[in-house]
């Protein structure tokens, strides 16, 4: 059962467009919503966590949209960059010690130069 | 600091064959986690530990794994017998106690022949 639902599995965007990437969630009690980034040969690296007392948070050219009522979070990359090609992960988990992230299937992003 | 190390990065073996990746947390970091990473399954988690105690092991395939933490400074991830099946890129993560911030390693690709 999939948890968090991720969407699209791919997207290839044009260099400085904008990049969208959403989930949704089913658990009413998760209460921490990141997105990582993970280049080829890499591990996964945090890129920008919201919570949902706030509908959006933006750091630098990366923005999380959050709608609690819809239980939706998305990735906005504004003047995508070819160095943005990636896969992101979406993921998700409850408050408290529990600290085990519900991921995302994740989606592969390439920006065309 | 270092960040999270495992060993090895690359490992090939063959069917039947006892496999042991390993993992240095960041230190100072309390939560430890255990992932396995394929194209089919996207990010599985296999396995956290607390503060050295293993919290959640629901991820784990079945007995052929087990996952020992020691110390606070080391964890291991067995596989005995290995199977082709297995062949995957293996991640550990790390994270300090009240944060939700994971840090993963390089990961160790892992090739059952």
């Known amino acids: 059962q999939q948890q968090v639902k991720q969407s699209p599995q791919s997207l290839i965007v044009q260099k400085g467009g904008i990049s969208i990437i959403n989930c949704a969630y089913e658990n009413t009690a998760f209460d921490y919503f990141p997105w990582y980034q993970q280049f080829p040969g890499k591990g996964p690296a945090l890129l920008i966590a919201i919570r949902p007392d706030v509908s959006e948070k933006k750091e630098g050219r990366f923005t999380i949209s959050f709608n609690k009522s819809a239980k939706q979070f998305s990735l906005h990359i504004m003047d995508s960059q070819p160095g943005d090609s990636a896969t992101y992960f979406c993921?998700?988990?409850?408050?408290?010690?529990?600290?085990?992230?519900?991921w995302g299937l994740g989606t592969s992003l390439a920006v065309n130069p | 600091d270092a960040g999270v190390i495992q060993s090895p990065r690359h490992e090939v073996t063959e069917m039947g064959q006892e496999v042991t990746l390993r993992c240095k947390p960041i230190?100072?970091?309390?939560?430890l986690f255990w992932y396995r990473q394929t194209m089919m399954r996207g990010l599985e988690l296999l396995i956290y530990f607390n503060n050295n105690v293993p919290i959640d092991d629901s991820g784990m395939p079945e007995d052929r794994f087990s996952a020992k933490m020691p110390n606070a400074s080391f964890s291991t991830l067995k596989i005995q017998p290995s199977e082709p099946r297995d062949s995957a890129v293996y991640f550990c993560?790390?994270?300090?106690?009240?944060?939700?911030?994971?840090?993963f390693g390089p990961g160790t690709r892992l090739t059952v022949t």
């Open positions: 230190s100072g970091h309390n939560s």
């Open positions: 993560a790390s994270t300090s106690l009240g944060s939700h911030e994971q840090y």
């Open positions: 993921a998700a988990s409850r408050a408290g010690n529990n600290r085990k992230l519900i």
